[in-house]
């Protein structure tokens, strides 16, 4: 059972993907979890073939426990049970936590819904619009599955303020010449491959990490580890309410256009029950903005094990000094929260200053 959030000490297995006997290669997704997060894909992370089922559907167990056992290729040649082991889920309905917590307050059977999320997934929406043809209302009670969620990200950052020591760096970005790009870039493009000014600063993060590589590291083992590749965690709020921070992967080396097409991929993932295990378990660094809510900025709290946190406000217009005239700018608040423990206030200042100089020249991210 892997751990997908800082404070999980146990999942839900929920079906399985594969059966004994079957091949699998790193990467595929082998099982269903379901966590205060919602519903899982768990990928496996070797390649080799199944050898047995050891948790059956529907059991609830700690973080660490095996699951299933699986012959690495090339190791020696045992007994392959070819049969699915007893309790081995047919193919499942996929429902979003929101919208299976929903339905059975409701008492909608998810099998007579039409899901319109990925691959037809059922979402909340799916489940409302069916009870309200079927002239059922909502119940107005209900510990949710949000509010599970918000109770779990509650806890987990409660622990990031008890254990790590936090310090806070800011600074004000001219956003001009990225956002006038930006608005020239976007009129060569169909409307369906326009860039949202959120990738620009994902990707500008990204590359600073180059040079302040201390910033994209995590815990393990009671010490720190700096990461090669750069999985940027992105804040993505939930339509039912609670907070996920899925990782986009090797974000310094994806094209905008790349970049794009994955946000807006993994951004409709998290909302609709599809995350994968690695989106959960891989950041090594988060980007949080709530620019679109109206804040003129934010000082995110470190999310375990990783070190660092960025936050980005709105962008909004300012007097703005250049070239020695005073001139009205788009500007954009960015900050940095980060583990003194890693890192101090020079090299985070440090780290602010190469994203700003990165998005004065947006043609080059």
Known sequence: MPILAADMTAGTLIAWRKGPGDVVKRGDVIAEVETDKGLIDVEVFVSGVVQKIVVQPGATVPTGTVLALIREEGAAEGAVPLAPAPGLAPARLRISPAAKQLSEELRVDPAAVQGTGPGGAITREDVERAAASAGITAPRSALDLSTRMRQTIGAAMA???????????????????????????????????????????????????????????????????????????????????????????????????????????????????????????????????????????????????????????????????????????????????????????????????????????????
Do not use: C
Request: glycine share 8%.
């Open 159 to 365: 622990r990031s303020k008890r254990e790590i020591p936090h310090y806070y760096v800011a600074t004000t970005i001219d956003m001009h010449q990225a956002l006038t790009w930006l608005g020239e870039e976007n009129l060569k493009r169909p409307v369906t491959e326009r860039l949202l000014y959120g990738v620009l600063l994902l990707k500008a993060v990204a590359l600073a990490l180059h040079e302040v590589p201390e910033l994209n590291a995590v815990w393990r083992g009671g010490r720190v580890v700096r990461s090669e590749a750069i999985h940027v965690g992105v804040a993505v709020s939930l339509r039912g309410g609670g907070l996920v921070a899925p990782a986009l992967h090797d974000v310094d080396r994806q094209s905008l256009s790349d970049l794009m097409r994955s946000f807006r991929d993994l951004v409709q993932r998290a909302r609709t029950a599809g995350l994968r295990s690695s989106e959960l378990s891989d950041p090594t660094i988060t980007v949080t903005s709530l620019g679109e809510q109206g804040a003129e900025s934010v000082y995110g709290i470190v999310y375990p094990p990783q070190v660092a946190i960025v936050g980005f406000g709105r962008v909004g217009e300012r007097p703005w000094s250049v070239d020695g005239k005073l001139l009205p700018r788009r500007v954009v608040s960015a900050t940095l929260s980060a583990d003194h423990r890693v890192s101090d206030g020079h090299r985070g200042s440090r780290f602010l200053t190469l994203v700003e100089r990165l998005l004065q020249e947006p043609q080059r991210l």
